[in-house]
């Protein structure tokens, strides 16, 4: 039960932080000029939030049997999914800034 409780801890942890991450790209997208330019700052941290809430899901599905490699093999791939889209809007962001600010 332990693991479990820590899994699930984690994940809801992964969240929260994904959750100050579209908290700072909103403030990004505020600096854009254009439509395009915040859309596109908006929809990666969308993505990432969309992302980071599958971690929170999966982790509570598999976690009773994480034991399992394939419940493992899901875990990893979620938490896979939730950098990459994190590094989709670190890059996003920067390249919007970039464009808006110079």
Not at 47 to 63: G, I, R
Request: hydrophobic letters at 45%.
């Amino acid at each position: 039960m332990f693991l479990q409780d820590t899994l699930i801890a984690l994940a809801k942890a992964v969240a929260s932080a994904t959750a100050t991450l579209v908290l700072k790209a909103k403030e990004v997208s505020n600096k854009c000029d254009s439509q395009a330019d915040k859309n596109a700052v908006i929809g990666s941290a969308t993505q990432c939030a969309l992302a980071a809430s599958q971690l929170v899901a999966c982790t509570k599905v598999v976690a009773p049997t994480f034991s399992n490699p394939e419940c493992q093999e899901q875990l990893v791939e979620a938490a896979k999914q939730v950098a990459k889209s994190v590094e989709n809007v670190a890059e996003t962001g920067q390249v919007r800034l970039l464009i808006c600010c110079y």
